[in-house]
């Protein structure tokens, strides 16, 4: 039976231009590296702390909220605040599914 440990949420690789905003009104283009129902993975150029509260532009959501799970060597990794269908930031009007990194199909 596997451990919660191993329980990652699956998560899509991309290649997407964002921006991030933080410490109230700062904003910072990004590139978002993969996304996940549960958060995010991007280049950044500003060092933000873990636990700082900011929000992404996502495709078809706008601003999400988030917080910052860590910042490393140019690039953050980010929690949403609430679970967010990724699937709308991904699909191209028309499709009705998209692949995973590891190639599992999901459908909406």
Known sequence: MPSLVDRKPKRVDVAMISRIRYRG????????RDLAFTGFRADCDVALQPGEHVSIDLPAFGLV????????????????????????????????????????????
């Open 25 to 32: 009104m700062l904003s910072v283009d990004v590139l978002i």
């Open 65 to 108: 909220p988030a917080k910052v799970a860590w910042c490393k060597d140019g690039e953050v990794g980010g929690l949403f605040e609430s679970v967010v269908d990724i699937r709308y930031c991904v699909l191209k009007p028309g499709e009705s599914s998209f692949f995973t990194s590891t190639r599992r199909r999901v459908t909406l």
